[in-house]
């Protein structure tokens, strides 16, 4: 419950409209308003997100009636059954509003650039700090990005403008690295591997 209300939480914030990068399925009656027409309310990511707030009291309560009493169970085992019907139905409820809204997520990748660009490359300053790490030292690495950082927010360019611009970047790495460090795509990681496993241990286990 802890995990899909988590992302019930990450896909409600993806929804609004400033944001505006992924949305719930659509569907007659489904997260509209009265009010405005034009809005989408992630009925299916407040579910697993309710789901996930009250199974940690539940769970506490099947915790609480652990204690051992002398010779006869007073009101434990008898409570755990009542407790264990809500936690399982709101797993339940919790897996089936991810399974709807998940098997229909829409996503608007342009919204999500746009929303990168908007930051005028800070998002890739880790990634350049940890690529010239290796060269400079840890410290003196981020020492050197946070200083670049701050140097485009006073001259109003982006981090990628102030890089091209530093000897002390290009020292350290070539322009083809540059580009690839504020490549979307390149900073995916191991997350297409990794989303791989797991899949397929879902798919074995069924």
């Known amino acids: 419950c802890g995990t899909l209300g988590k992302i019930g ?30 809005k989408r309310n992630p009925v299916g990511a407040l579910l697993m997100r309710e ?12 915790l609480g009636a652990m204690d051992v009493e002398h010779e006869r169970g007073l ?34 990748a342009p919204a999500m650039q746009a929303n990168i660009d908007r930051m005028h490359g800070f998002v890739y300053s880790e990634a350049v700090s940890a ?9 003196e690495a981020q020492a050197l990005v946070a200083e ?21 970047i290009s020292a350290v790495m070539n322009l083809g690295d540059l580009e690839r460090l504020f490549d979307p795509g390149a900073q995916r990681g191991a997350t297409g591997p990794m989303i791989r496993q797991i899949v397929a241990g879902w798919q074995a286990s069924r």
């Open 148 to 168: 670049l950082c701050q140097a485009a927010l006073d001259k109003g360019w982006s981090l990628r403008q102030v890089l091209g611009r530093d000897t002390r």
């Open 51 to 62: 789901a996930a707030l009250r199974a940690p009291g539940l769970a506490t309560t099947l």
């Open 131 to 139: 690529h010239i790490a290796p060269k400079l030292g840890k410290l």
């Open 9 to 38: 939480q990450d896909i409600a914030l993806m929804m609004q409209p400033e944001v505006a990068e992924a949305f719930e399925p659509e569907g007659l009656g489904r997260g509209g308003s009265s009010a405005m027409p034009h």
């Open 75 to 108: 009101g434990q085992w008898q409570s755990s059954w009542w407790t264990l019907q809500q936690l399982f139905g709101a797993a339940a409820s919790s897996l089936a509003a991810a399974e709807e809204v998940l098997g229909g997520l829409q996503v608007n």
